[in-house]
């Protein structure tokens, strides 16, 4: 099934990563999206934004760090592309002088994701 943005039926997505997202969510607060990250997940609730962000340490060792970013703290949103690849898979966020590279699998996510995000910050 595909959601309101072009992902997977947020139910469906939401059983596959109950474990991680659902601790999280604070009282009042809902889920509104899921999309599916290369290979991790980005959700959207009416309050906030939640995705796994990747750090690598100065040993090569891959860490993970869960951000949460209230939509009135990000300051704009792009897609990145890469030269000589005509794939847009990745949406930056700009917050509070930070930026978050989040990766999608599909071209099509990035492009829903950055609608959805467009919409929650305006």
Do not use: Q
Not at 86 to 115: M, P, Q, R, W
């Amino acid at each position: 099934m595909v959601g309101p943005f072009g992902t997977k039926d947020v139910e469906t997505l939401k059983v596959k990563w109950v474990e991680k997202i659902d601790k999280f969510i604070i009282e009042g607060e809902k889920i509104e999206n899921i999309f599916e990250l290369d290979p991790d997940f980005a959700v959207m609730t009416n309050k906030r934004l939640i995705f796994l962000d990747k750090k690598i340490d100065i040993a090569n060792v891959t860490g993970h760090e869960l951000i949460f970013i209230k939509y009135d703290k990000i300051d704009s949103v792009a897609i990145e592309k890469l030269v000589g690849v005509f794939k847009f898979n990745k949406a930056v966020i700009y917050c509070g002088g930070h930026k978050h590279l989040i990766k999608f699998a599909k071209e099509e996510d990035t492009i829903s994701f950055i609608k959805a995000i467009s919409v929650k910050i305006n």
